[in-house]
């Protein structure tokens, strides 16, 4: 379609490419969020389905209605503004993030992503820019999983991966369940699901790692998410007591889960570029300082952006403990908790955010995701993206989480021009 299909009166073809959205108001936007359940260190604890996450919800639906959005909730609570586009019976191009954070959250986890969907609304409005096909900012439901697991929770019902009936059945630790909170917060919405057609969807999001901030760059271009597979190991030996057995004549199981901790961070170093390995948890039984522990939970968390690398990981731990049952004498068993495979996002997605860091000349390098999003389950339904930006020391799911204003004006300006282009101008 041509330019002049996008552009009101008020615009021109150069006006777009120059566009940019209000930093300042983005900042404050962020700011004011961030009262809602705001923690004495700093960060914000706004837990799923809470009557702070309703007031965070009213918030987001308040500006949304003054910047002209009408707003539709589905039956998982997941909220759309919308902005209409000329031709409204084509699908939304939409972007959006989540605003429940985890305990000791911070301010930008999620709620930038959010807040910058909300300024692109602003900034379009500004402009007189009316878009091809409508704009949507969706909030999403329960994304941290920290009060209700899993994660990602409202996404995963909106494009039909969970069932609807089982996740309103859903307990936190106190009992309550996840469709008498949202009908308790007035959030249980009419839109059905699996839910209505998505354009393309794009997620700006604080990088959650070190590596932005290391290489010097203001914006990742997301090109992929890391497949992982977990696991939990039991080793089991003998327990015995600590002098009279001899060390030749031991099954010690914790020796055994330590060559096992030893080889998971060695497989990862191993298969680089992008493999990840941890063991997070351990269980020695029975605990006691003269006794040789007999038995051993460990869990392994492999991830890596390739799933035949991923497949080589875990023959090569194979290796290893078949190692420890035959020379070692342990008895072992590996229960698989958890498998997420890996993503590839779509390119025509990818390549919006790139050529919008260019255009806008900003330092950008491509990166992957190691940790799970939103945008994860859109790409089953749509394309997708991710715009990335540092945070302070990499740190986030925590109170001190930080992120430099500027940084997060290019992100939401880049998200802006990613928007814009599948919009189908620029
Ligand atoms: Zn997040």
Known sequence: MSVETLVSEAGTSSDIANLNINGERLWQSLMDLAQLGATPKGGVCRLALTDLDREGRDLFVKWC??????????????????????????????????????????????CFGVMSG??????????????????????WTNEEGSRFAPCMMGSGVFIGKFDLEETYAIADYEGAKVGDELKRIGYLGQQQVPGHKVGAYFEAHIEQGPILENEEKTIGVVIGCLGQKWFDLTLKGVESHAGPTPMSLRKDALLGAAEVIQAVNRIALEHQPYACGTCGHIEAYPGSRNVIPGEVL???????????????????????????????????E?????????LYFHDDCVNAVRTGAQRLGVPHMDIVSGAGHDAIFMAEVCPAGMIFVPCEDGISH????????????????VLLHAMLERSGVC
Do not use: Y
Not at 334 to 342: I, Y
Not at 398 to 413: K, M, R, S, T, W
């Open 65 to 110: 209605e003054e910047a002209g959005c009408s707003i539709t909730i589905d039956v998982i609570g997941n909220i759309f503004a919308r902005r209409p586009g000329k031709d409204n019976s084509l699908p939304p191009i939409m972007t959006g993030s989540h605003i429940d954070t985890q305990p000791t959250g911070g301010k930008f986890d999620g």
């Open 334 to 342: 590996l229960k698989p908790t958890a498998n997420f495979p890996a």
């Open 298 to 332: 460990v869990s392994i968390d492999f991830r890596h952006l390739e799933e035949d690398q991923l497949a080589h990981m875990i023959n090569e731990l194979d290796k290893v403990l078949e190692k420890l049952k035959t020379e070692n004498g342990l008895e072992l």
């Open 398 to 413: 925590n109170e001190i989480e930080n992120a430099d204003p500027e940084d997060l004006a290019v992100g939401c300006n």
């Open 118 to 139: 909300l300024e692109v609304i602003r900034t379009l409005n500004d402009h007189n820019i009316v878009t091809e096909a409508p704009i949507e900012v969706a909030v």
